[in-house]
T-cell receptor
Framework: GEDVEQSLFLSVREGDSSVINCTYTDSSSTYLYWYKQEPGAGLQLLTY?????DMKQDQRLTVLLNKKDKHLSLRIADTQTGDSAIYFCAEHRGSTLGRLYFGRGTQLTVWP | GAGVSQSPSNKVTEKGKDVELRCDPISGHTALYWYRQSLGQGLEFLIY????????KSGLPSDRFSAERTGGSVSTLTIQRTQQEDSAVYLCASSFDSRSPLHFGNGTRLTVT
């Protein structure tokens, strides 16, 4: 399809790992991004991965990229209540300069 | 350094009035974007400026919407004759160039009564 797709909700217990999944659309996409949005705030860039990489790790965050299936995931280790937010997946399509195409966001709720 | 700054943070206006939303991008960023986020919806692309090139206006929902970027820096998004369906959070972002990550401001929450 034409849309970047994400599941809308995820709930985890504090201390567990969270995995947020995303399916993007363009096999020629160059960069893929994860943004975090807390209530009343704008989008904060969490991490991004270039399309020639399979994995990127940054502290508690691990991004996995499966180009064959156009699947992107974000794993948050040792999830904390402060990680509760909406997480957006976005792609930078190779065919279109500039703009990012966003999924609808996954609301992550972390229970103490 | 300073991030993307948007003003006002909140705007309440009556249906039919015009509004202007302002965005100050990060200094040195050549690309500037406007997105709209409606309640329960994802991010809707509105317009993209890159340097001195003609802007990509393909996301503007109607001719009531327009945007300018003066001097390659500050941008203003104008909505004329506002309608209730224009109520949303308007997010501005900038990036170093068209291939770099976008950095977002905190948005302007527009409420049309």
């Amino acid at each position: 399809g034409e849309d970047v797709e994400q599941s809308l909700f995820l709930s985890v217990r504090e201390g567990d790992s969270s995995v947020i999944n995303c399916t993007y659309t363009d096999s020629s996409s160059t960069y893929l991004y994860w943004y975090k949005q807390e209530p009343g705030a704008g989008l904060q860039l969490l991490t991004y991965i270039f399309s020639n990489m399979d994995m990127k790790q940054d502290q508690r965050l691990t991004v996995l990229l499966n180009k064959k299936d156009k699947h992107l995931s974000l794993r948050i280790a040792d999830t904390q209540t402060g990680d509760s937010a909406i997480y957006f997946c976005a792609e930078h399509r190779g065919s279109t300069l500039g703009r990012l195409y966003f999924g609808r966001g996954t609301q992550l709720t972390v229970w103490p | 350094g300073a991030g993307v700054s948007q003003s006002p943070s909140n705007k309440v206006t009556e249906k039919g009035k015009d509004v202007e939303l302002r965005c100050d991008p990060i200094s040195g960023h050549t690309a500037l974007y406007w997105y709209r986020q409606s309640l329960g919806q994802g991010l809707e692309f509105l317009i993209y400026f890159q340097g001195n090139s003609a802007p990509d206006k393909s996301g503007l929902p109607s001719d009531r919407f327009s945007a300018e970027r003066t001097g390659g820096s500050v941008s203003t998004l104008t909505i004329q004759r506002t309608q209730q369906e224009d109520s949303a959070v308007y997010l501005c972002a900038s990036s170093f160039d068209s291939r770099s990550p976008l950095h977002f401001g905190n948005g302007t929450r527009l409420t049309v009564t």
